[in-house]
């Protein structure tokens, strides 16, 4: 089974500090991904990567950056974290297309973080 | 631009009935089509995926979805459902080309005891 796994469950930051968000999968993965998940909102795609150093942002970027130096691991950082970055975190990989088709993503428990 | 739209967001259902999440999207190409489940406090787990071939796409835990391109739909349905049911479900596209993946806003479901 694919697993990918998050370094933490529950997170508490201060507001200005910078964090960060670890992500690791034992499948050799190509695509990596980080959304958020919020109520009503469902989940939004903040940056994903498609090998190692590749990064392309996603629909909400903004004041998040990643970092993706091994295949298995992708992190994702809050540069000063804000209140409005209260959110659950969840990250993502799958294979890259097989055949032409594309293949599911494998999440992680979830990471959620309080931003006080 | 893709979307998908999961109309409901909260549906109840008293246990051993029948339920239908909805689930339509928009594009203009070839998609592929997952559903997703979370239980609470963990992340998301796929349910069923379609690719290709059948339209008709069985899944774990009994779920099954059928593709529909004129409508432009892909519901997910149970017969029976369990009171182990209940959680959150989403709908994801992904189109032919690009990368990203588009999930709906997601379906909230309740089973009463």
């Known amino acids: 089974d694919v697993k990918v796994t998050q370094s933490s469950r529950y997170l508490v930051k201060r507001t200005g500090e910078k964090v960060f968000l670890e992500c690791v999968q034992d499948m050799d993965h190509e695509n990596m991904f980080w959304y958020r998940q919020d109520p009503g909102l469902g989940l939004r795609l903040i940056y994903f990567?498609?090998?190692?150093?590749?990064?392309e942002k996603g629909d909400i970027p903004e004041g998040y950056s990643v970092s993706r130096e091994k295949k298995e691991r992708f992190s994702l950082i809050l540069e000063s974290a804000s209140t409005n970055q209260t959110s659950m975190y969840l990250c993502?990989?799958?294979?890259?297309?097989?055949?032409?088709?594309?293949?599911?993503?494998?999440f992680g428990d979830g990471t959620r973080l309080s931003i006080l | 631009a893709q979307s998908v739209t999961q109309l409901d967001s909260q549906v109840p259902v008293f246990e051993e009935a029948p339920v239908e999440l909805r689930c339509n999207y928009s594009s203009s190409v070839s998609v592929y089509l997952f559903w997703y489940v979370q239980y609470p406090n963990q992340g998301l787990q796929l349910l069923l995926k379609y690719l290709s071939g059948s339209t008709l796409v069985k899944g774990i835990n009994g779920f099954e979805a059928e593709f529909n391109k004129s409508q432009t739909s892909f519901h997910l349905r149970k017969p029976s459902v369990h009171i182990s049911d209940t959680a959150e479900y989403f709908c994801?596209?992904?189109?032919?080309?690009?990368?990203?993946?588009?999930f709906g806003t997601g379906t909230s479901l309740t089973v009463i005891p």
């Open positions: 994801a596209v992904r189109i032919n080309t690009g990368n990203q993946f588009y």
């Open positions: 993502a990989s799958s294979l890259p297309r097989d055949r032409g088709r594309w293949q599911p993503q494998h």
């Open positions: 990567s498609y090998d190692v150093k590749m990064k």
